[in-house]
Structure formats: C-alpha cells, structure tokens
C-alpha cells in the first residue's frame, strides 16, 4: 500500500501539472490526491518503516499514559496502527488549518483594500509606462515586503498590485512569476519572512542577527539573475490599465487611505504579534481581519445596505479566490500522508547515506522541496542532523534555510507564494515550466554559490 500512495501522489502531481490539456481543475486534482493517499494509507498493513519511527513510539508511550498499559497491551497491532494514522491525520489537519486561515484571512484583508480603493494611492503614484523599469520596482518593493511581513501575504498584496498596473494579461504572468521569486528570495534571509526559516529560528537552529547576515546577499543574487535575464528578453507593453468598479457610489466612498494603512498595519502587525503573544500567526491575521470588519461596518454609514455590503469584510470574503485556499488544502494532506508514512524521513537518510557532503545534500532538499511542500523537509531535516554536531548557526542550517526557502520558486506549486499566485491569476503549470522555472533555477545555483563562497568568512565557531 506505501507504493501505491507514492504512486497515486505522483499521478495527482501530473494531474495538476498538465491541468489544461487534461481539462480537470487542479483543485480537483488536489482534493482527489490528498483524501485517496489517506485513504490507502490507512487501509495498509503496518509497516515497520512507520512502527520503528520516532513518532509511532511517542505516540504508543503517549497512548498508555493516556489509556494505561493493560489498556494498550490488549489492543491489536492493527488497531494501534490505525489510532496512529488518525492521530496523525489530526495533527496535520490542525497545522493545515492554521495555513487556511492565515491565507483566508489575508485575502479578505487584501480584497477589502481593494474594496474601498486603497491600492489606487500607490498605483497612482506609479507612472512609469516601461515593462522593465516597473519589473524593476515590483520585484524590488517585493523582495524587502517579504522579508518584513512573509512571503505568501507579499505575494497576495503585490499581485493585487500588478492588476492594477498592467492590462496585458501575458505581461502579467511573467510579472507574478518574478514575484513568486522576488517573495521567496526575500523571505529566506529573515526568520519571520518564510515558515521553514521560522521553523529553525524557533528550533534554535539560526539566530535572528547571523541569518539574516550571512544571507542577505545569496537572497538577492537569487533574486537578480532571473531579473536581469529578464530584463534583456521581456518584450511587449503594460497594456491598459483598468481600475476595477464596485458598481456604482464609488465617489461616495471616503476611505481609501484608511482602510489602505489599516490593511497594510494589520498585516505588518502579524509577526509583531507572533513574537510578543507566542500565539500561531494565524491568529494575528485574524484579529487584523476582525480589526478591519468592525471599521469596514463602521465608515461610510450614508451608503444604503446593498451597496455598503460590497465594502465590508463579509463581501469580500465572498471574492476570495476558494479554490486556491482548497488546492492547498488537497497538496498539504497528500504531503502529509508521505511525511506520516516516514516517505521523505528515509529521503533523507538514504541521501545522507549515499552522499554525505552536506552541501550537496542540502542543495537537493531545496530541488525537491520545488516538488514536495518545504515544511516536512525542514521538518525531516531538523529531525536528521542533531544539534550535539551542527550547532546553532551550523552551515547547515543556514544553507538549509536558503536552499528550502528559494527553491520552491523553480516550480509554481513549489511554495505557498507559487500557490497562491496561480490561483489569483491562474498561471498554468506547463507555462510557468517554460517561461520562469530556468531562470528561477539558475538564481538558485548562483544564491547557493555566493552563499558556499561567503560562508567561510562569516562562519560561526562551534560553542566550547
């Protein structure tokens, strides 16, 4: 059964990938993939790959203290399996769930901006008519937000931008695709910017000061050379630009600039809340979506129901992209089924085993993790390399958290940022294969290269 939930993940992968030919939905595809991979899984024999883990034997240790041992001991080996998936199952849930609402909720934050017109105070101070001058300044503006807020809220606000700016649907998508690189390269070099650097802050893995010292710069080069080729080889104009209307009244709506620095606020205010409270992001974007609700109800009391729906927070939950919030849903529990099945567990091993120079090693998780979700890899990764050898700040951690963060660009589905973008301005997979994903790769080596020259001179001495 392990083979076939392999086997049914790399189908739904090239299900999504060759979405329009085949004609069915990624999200389809997405939804069918992850329940199928639980589904066998759970109707699988145990397999000492998953019995023999760690996890399966904090769970059974955690089950008697809960249960009692007699309790346990009367159980079946069947049963105990599968109380084990379920357990699993739940626990991935929850961090899934976390994902939705903080993605949920920063959409809504967005489109009620863009609701009352906010994005209108920057777009118009943006003049200039040059494709390339304005890649310049979107990527620019994208790779320093990230890094600030994270990648997936920056890619939501700046391709909400980018529609403002630009008409030519094609321009368009190769404007999003650099974003999904400018966003991934900018979240890797701060601890709050990308999950998996979270992940290894919070784990004592890296510290705030070193990484973003040591990496700033193999995030910009990552971030440049897919820039620069692209600068020579983009060709075409903006097009018209169209500013969206919200039927009529929009003269009578006042609260632009508010709801603009509100939106902004709560987004900046998320990280900040995160440090301070301990509390899971999720639940900072959701106390500045309530935040901007109770404002949204507020202002503008002259407008008659009808039409003030379409300025509150309730309407614009109705436009958020749904389909993009349940195609991560369906890629995160197909992830989580392998991750649960110790899948990429034994990846791991097997490459440390084989290879065992670390820098190529890493090199290949941030490859992969353009395929497989970065989190369970760092998550794997973490778990491998104990902290007794690779101290905090070790090179490999902090390659590890170059390579993981950047290398979901070289993919569209790669990253959170990849996703979220396909499905605002439904970039397809094959596209995306064909226009940006070299020149995303070629980034990444030259990040990496710049990074393994410079790690030398900003090495940190092991703790005596």
Excluded at 194 to 219: A, K, R
Excluded at 247 to 269: C, P, Q, T, Y
Excluded at 337 to 360: C, F, N, P, Y
Aim: hydrophobic share 50%; proline share 3%; glycine share 8%.
């Amino acid at each position: 059964m392990g083979t076939l939930v392999i086997v049914v993940f790399v189908i739904g992968y090239l299900c999504i990938a060759f979405e329009h030919p085949l004609k069915v939905n990624k999200t389809a595809s997405a939804i069918l993939t992850g329940v199928l991979c639980w589904t066998f899984f759970i109707l699988s024999e145990p397999s000492a790959s998953v019995t023999d883990s760690q996890h399966y034997q904090e769970f059974i240790h955690h089950l008697k203290i809960e249960k009692g041992e007699d309790k346990v001991a009367a159980l079946s080996e069947l049963t105990l399996f599968k109380e084990y998936i379920l357990t699993q199952l739940g626990s991935h849930l929850d961090a899934i769930a976390q994902i939705l609402f903080f993605l949920m909720g920063a959409m809504t934050i967005v489109e009620l901006v863009d609701a009352h017109h906010g994005f209108k105070f920057i777009t118009d101070r943006i003049r200039t008519k040059s494709p390339k001058k304005l890649l310049w300044i979107v990527c620019w503006v994208t790779f320093f937000l990230s890094a600030v807020l994270d990648n997936l809220t920056t890619t939501i606000v700046m391709v909400s931008l980018i529609r403002k700016l630009i008409g030519n649907k094609e321009m368009r998508l190769f404007f999003a695709g650099m974003i999904v690189i400018a966003a991934n390269a900018g979240g890797a070099w701060t601890p709050i910017g990308d999950v998996t650097t979270t992940m290894l802050w919070i784990g004592g893995q890296i510290t705030t000061g070193n990484i973003m010292v040591t990496l700033f710069l193999p995030s910009v080069v990552c971030m440049l050379v897919p820039l620069i080729v692209l600068n020579f080889t983009l060709k075409g104009t903006l097009g018209d630009q169209h500013e969206h209307q919200t039927k009529n009244h929009d003269a009578e709506v006042r609260s632009g600039k508010l709801m603009l620095v509100l939106g902004v606020g709560a987004l900046i205010f998320v990280p900040f809340f995160k440090t301070f409270t301990h509390l899971p992001p999720y639940v900072g974007m959701l106390l500045g979506l309530g935040v901007l609700w109770v404002v949204s109800e507020l202002i503008n009391p002259e407008l008659d129901e009808a039409v003030k729906k379409n300025y509150t927070a309730a309407g614009a939950l109705s436009r958020i992209d749904v389909p993009s919030v349940l195609f991560f849903l369906g890629i995160l529990l197909a992830v989580g089924a392998l991750e649960s099945m110790q899948v990429l567990h034994h990846a791991a091993v097997w490459l440390d085993k084989t290879i065992g120079d670390q820098r190529i090693i890493v090199t290949l998780i941030g490859l992969l993790s353009s395929v497989v979700d970065n989190v369970p890899l760092v998550a794997a990764s973490m778990g491998m390399y104990s902290m007794d050898v690779y101290y905090t700040d070790h090179m490999v951690w902090e390659f590890l958290a170059y390579c993981a963060g950047t290398g979901g660009s070289i993919l569209v589905i790669g990253s959170a940022a990849g996703v979220a973008a396909m499905g605002m301005e439904k970039i397809d997979f094959i596209w995306y294969v064909k226009k940006i994903s070299l020149w995303a790769l070629l980034g990444y080596f030259a990040g990496a290269i710049v990074y393994l020259i410079i790690q030398p001179y900003l090495a940190v001495h092991p703790p005596h």
